[in-house]
């Protein structure tokens, strides 16, 4: 499965971006996509994920009550509409899919295919 995020930027705090991630190739074998994201001299981490089948959705604490994921089956897309943003939420948000059978939607080890990427970044 090949993935194209984007919709990053620069923003105030306070608003918002809202990312996406469209998947092509066999995009039928997707059982979740997740969102993640990396800091500068930070480790990559879990922000939310959604199942492709039934639009159950996981999320970060600290994405709790201001981010959004959401899905568009027919146009093989993913969303992640990102409100109150934070300075600290200043990051590289990067998408993959996971196939069937995922033990831990959390953690990155769980996902096969990768995007490349998009920046955020939130000014104070």
């Known amino acids: 499965v090949q993935l194209q995020a984007s919709g990053g930027g620069l923003v105030q705090a306070g608003g918002s971006l809202r990312l996406s991630c469209a998947a092509s190739?066999?995009?039928?074998?997707?059982?979740?996509t997740g969102w993640f994201r990396q800091a500068p001299g930070k480790e990559r981490k879990f922000v939310a994920a959604?199942?492709?089948?039934?639009?159950?959705?996981y999320y970060a604490d600290s994405a709790k009550g201001r981010f959004t994921i959401s899905r568009d089956i027919a146009k093989n897309t993913v969303f992640l509409q990102m409100n109150s943003l934070k300075p600290e939420d200043t990051a590289v948000y990067s998408c993959?899919?996971?196939?069937?059978?995922?033990?831990?939607?959390?953690?990155?080890?769980?996902?096969?295919?990768w995007g490349q990427g998009t920046q955020v970044t939130v000014s104070s």
């Open positions: 190739g066999r995009a039928f074998s997707i059982y979740a």
């Open positions: 993959a899919v996971g196939p069937p059978r995922m033990l831990d939607i959390r953690s990155t080890r769980a996902y096969a295919d």
């Open positions: 959604i199942r492709r089948s039934d639009g159950y959705t």
